[in-house]
């Protein structure tokens, strides 16, 4: 029985120390986004697009295995488009990919299968190889037959 108090307040005190880092590490993040840092910019974009654990839930003491079990997530696609598309104008070639698949994923509002060919196409310019998969993939698509 001790064993596992202990183990448990091993656990909550470790919790709190990794949310008090995340939240330095986000803060930090964003702030070298705003500054022009482009893989800030794309790293962002990712953790709008798939979630990271909220603020507030994470110093939240009770329950550590249905908290980590059940987690809530915030994701925001609008900022992680318009950091992306941030990152993709700066020159970032990983973005400029990631920019033409998150309009084909529907991670936009609506399908957008010309705005994503001219993002694959702008990445395989810059010599993205799956740029140019996906390129050929929305031409042969794209073509009257």
Known sequence: MYCAIVSVLIFLMAERWAAKRFSKKFSELKSNAVAGDIMAQYELSLLYQYGFPEQSRLAW?????????????????????????????????????KLGHMHVDGTVDFWDPVTAFAWFKIAASNGDVDAKISMGVFERDMTPV
Not at 62 to 76: G, M, S, Y
Request: aromatic share 6%.
């Open 61 to 97: 003491p009770a329950e550590p295995i249905l908290r980590a079990l059940f987690q809530p997530k915030v994701k925001n696609s609008q900022l992680a488009i318009t950091w992306m598309r941030k990152a993709a104008l700066n020159g970032l070639i990983t973005a400029q990919t």
